[in-house]
């Protein structure tokens, strides 16, 4: 466009190739967030190679296509845009929160162990999407880019300790310096001599884990839906696959022994 294209302008081409959000994002090979970005800042302008992305969709665009754009471009609105936004948001989050099998799992299982009516957390979490601060969420994710590995190991030693009951973090020294680690372990583990080779595996697969005895107060649920919104308003993929989970341990000399089953990531 001769004009450059703007955020209104990029979700004004979503609109006309009837997408959501993420499919919009993986059409441009752009990161979801980016494409959010948009849909939170219309006056924002992108930068010079996503422009040239956009000049290309438009240009391969279907003609059906580009008269949609240009009839929304000529009006300076999307087919929505005569709806209040928070109106708008709500509805789309709750679309969003309905089409993902792996989100609806992970609205099941909270309303579940929230002992909540079916459809509450879908709603909370709908109605925290729209207030999410995109910015804000990735200010913070940089500030937790750079907490390196010593720094968690010793928030960890703050919180835990040395040790309790005979288990503690793994450390070791080099000459003056000692290296904590965020590893658990206790003194009867260490020194085995059990190379990780196949002879040495005595895990026991169970067929299944069983679920996890867990119940959530109020606070616990409100956390949760909460951090389910931010991750749908960053894009990250939520997968619910099947997992190992330990069941038991049994550690002994040239063996590591122990239950395992699966579960879900749920």
Known sequence: MTNGWTGADARMLQDALRLSQE???????????????WHQKPSSRPKSEIQQMLDTAL????????????????????????????????TEAEQRLASDPNIVAALDWLDERGTREPGTARRAVASRLVEVDVNSLQDRGSRRGRVDQSKV???????????????????ARFGDVEA??????????????????????????????????????????????QRL??????????????????????????????????????
């Open 23 to 37: 499919a919009f994002a993986e059409y441009l090979d752009v990161h979801p967030r980016t494409v959010g970005y």
């Open 59 to 90: 240009d391969r665009a279907p003609a059906d296509v580009q008269a949609r754009f240009a009839e929304l471009r000529g009006t300076g609105t999307s087919p929505t845009a005569t709806e209040p936004a928070p109106v708008m948001a709500a």
């Open 153 to 171: 190991a010793q928030a960890l030693a703050d919180y835990y300790g040395r040790g309790s009951d005979g288990y503690g973090r793994y450390a």
């Open 180 to 225: 904590d680690t965020s590893v658990f372990t206790r003194s009867d583990w260490l020194d085995l001599d059990c190379p990780l080779i196949a002879t040495h595996d005595r895990l026991k697969l169970m067929r299944a884990a069983g679920a996890a005895p867990v119940s959530l107060d109020e606070e616990a649920f409100d956390q949760a839906a």
């Open 229 to 266: 919104a931010e991750s749908l308003a960053l894009g990250i993929r939520f997968v619910n696959m099947p997992l190992y989970r330990l069941l038991g341990v049994d550690m002994r000399k040239e063996s590591l022994g122990g239950t395992v089953g699966i579960s879900s990531f749920v």
